[in-house]
């Protein structure tokens, strides 16, 4: 079965450090997203991505987050300049057709980022 | 902005049906209601999604009344596996100012 990856598993970082979460979302889908959770609490929505731009993001999607697909396969998150708050565990999804919640999304596995 | 509203922990025995009730208003109108399961150190799956009355799948059914303004995740005869956090995810908004929003999640704990 097609499944969504993540690289890598755990980051740990400087504050103020760049990073960059990867991710290959399932190959024939065309919506592709990234969430957060921080330990203990709730998975909170950052953006969606469709067609090589940006359709929808959230208000924790600030100016230090950038997404890209740099390629045919891969989808990135970028965090420009790490907090000790961003520390979370990060997912990334893909959806077939559009990016509304009757589509169902899968999931990768997650990236545990700590800042320290 | 839509406001979703979940139980924090519910406890359950072997076999029991439990039933899972995610509050939401104000939700897209032209949206489905979906439900997700997450174990610990893994992202959230699928389980079942709707948009009004009852949807039944293998694993759960979705009872959605006709407001909309909540629904209700059944798990059948419930096992120790079934133990983890669920969530349901609803739309908000429409168009350029859609989002999804994530339930607060239930933690089901399945006893023996």
């Known amino acids: 079965e097609p499944e969504v990856t993540q690289t890598p598993s755990h980051q740990v970082t400087q504050m103020g450090q760049e990073v960059i979460l990867r991710c290959v979302p399932i190959?024939?889908?065309?919506?592709f997203y990234w969430y957060r959770q921080i330990l203990g609490q709730k998975v909170e929505f950052l953006v969606s991505?469709?067609?090589?731009?940006?359709?929808?993001k959230s208000e924790i999607f600030d100016d230090q987050f950038s997404v890209e697909r740099p390629d045919g396969s891969n989808f990135t998150l970028k965090i420009r300049s790490t907090k000790l708050e961003d520390s979370a565990m990060y997912f990334c999804?893909?959806?077939?057709?559009?990016?509304?919640?009757?589509?169902?999304?899968?999931f990768g596995p997650g990236t545990r980022l700590l800042v320290l | 902005l839509a406001k979703t509203t979940q139980p924090i922990s519910m406890d359950s025995y072997e076999g029991q049906e439990v039933n899972i009730t995610c509050s939401h208003n104000?939700?897209?109108?032209?949206?489905?209601i979906t439900w997700y399961q997450q174990f610990p150190s893994q992202g959230p799956r699928f389980i079942i999604q709707?948009?009004?009355t009852k949807v039944t799948n293998e694993v759960a059914s979705l009872f959605i009344p006709a407001d909309r303004k909540s629904s209700t995740l059944s798990l059948p005869r419930v096992s120790l596996s079934d133990t983890a956090v669920y969530y349901c995810?609803?739309?908000?908004?429409?168009?350029?100012?859609?989002?999804?929003?994530f339930g607060s999640g239930t933690r089901l704990l399945v006893r023996p």
């Open positions: 999804a893909s959806s077939e057709l559009s990016g509304r919640a009757r589509e169902t999304q899968y």
């Open positions: 190959s024939n889908h065309l919506y």
């Open positions: 991505f469709y067609n090589n731009e940006i359709s929808e």
């Open positions: 104000n939700i897209a109108t032209n949206d489905y």
């Open positions: 709707g948009y009004k």
């Open positions: 995810l609803v739309g908000d908004g429409m168009d350029s100012s859609y989002k999804l929003i």
